[in-house]
């Protein structure tokens, strides 16, 4: 248990569903992160929030939607996927974006599968 | 960043002391040499890091050579728990700058036999 939460933990949508990824860090934390991980593909970066603010976005495409309401949590609003987006998404917090003094606690992830 | 080079993989006998390489030949003053592992299905975890000195904490030990090129993480007495994919990462340690980020490459997959 390393403080982060995600729901759900399996996810399996359609190409024309909307639906949404939820992170809660339980930690105190001021960042959060998104990263997804494909198959036999390093884990990518996709956003970063510090104190509810998107401080990076790696380029994601617009059917990715992030949300951060507080620093405790965050959102990704999926729509009209496609079946390459299938993968891990993680969620990751630390105590903020702009150093490495501390490291980054990463949620258990959820496994999405488009169809 | 500078970047690092793992084996694919590596296999270690249960009870045994698991030595993991990894190879930073560019790594700069200012870098440090950070470790996670990431078991099948779970979000990576943070295992320890340093700059120069060896390090030791309740998880693992980590040797950094003298010119710092490369470094091992030492799992002193492997379980099977501890097969995952072990990630050697380098990173600026520090506030501001822009090479805060965790960069993963394909690290090296240790598995434990029993």
């Known amino acids: 248990e390393t403080g982060v939460t995600q729901t759900p933990r399996h996810l399996v949508m359609g190409m024309t569903n909307k639906k949404s990824l939820k992170c809660e860090q339980h930690?105190?934390?001021?960042?959060m992160y998104w990263y997804k991980q494909s198959a036999k593909k390093p884990l990518e970066l996709m956003f970063v929030?510090?104190?509810?603010?998107?401080?990076e976005n790696n380029s994601v495409p617009s059917r990715f939607s992030p949300e951060c309401p507080n620093s405790s949590h965050l959102f990704l609003h999926l729509h009209t996927l496609q079946p390459e987006d299938s993968a891990l998404y993680l969620c990751?917090?630390?105590?903020?974006?702009?150093?490495?003094?501390?490291?980054?606690?990463f949620g258990p992830g959820t496994r999405l599968t488009v169809l | 960043d500078a970047k690092t080079t793992q084996p694919t993989s590596m296999d270690c006998a249960e009870g045994r002391a698991a030595n993991l390489p990894c190879n930073h030949s560019?790594?700069?003053?200012?870098?440090?040499v950070y470790w996670y592992r990431q078991i099948h299905s779970q979000g990576p975890q943070y295992i320890i890091h340093?700059?120069?000195n060896n390090e030791t904490n309740e998880m693992a030990s980590l040797i950094i050579t003298e010119d710092r090129k490369s470094s091992t993480l030492i799992l002193p007495h492997a379980t099977l728990r501890d097969t995952a994919v072990y990630y050697c990462?380098?990173?600026?340690?520090?506030?501001?700058?822009?090479?805060?980020?965790?960069?993963f490459g394909k690290g090296t997959l240790l598995t434990v036999n029993p």
């Open positions: 990751a917090s630390s105590q903020d974006d702009r150093s490495s003094y501390n490291e980054q606690f």
């Open positions: 930690l105190g934390h001021n960042a």
């Open positions: 929030y510090n104190f509810k603010e998107q401080t």
């Open positions: 560019t790594i700069s003053g200012n870098e440090y």
């Open positions: 340093g700059l120069k």
């Open positions: 990462i380098v990173r600026v340690y520090g506030s501001g700058g822009s090479n805060y980020k965790l960069t």
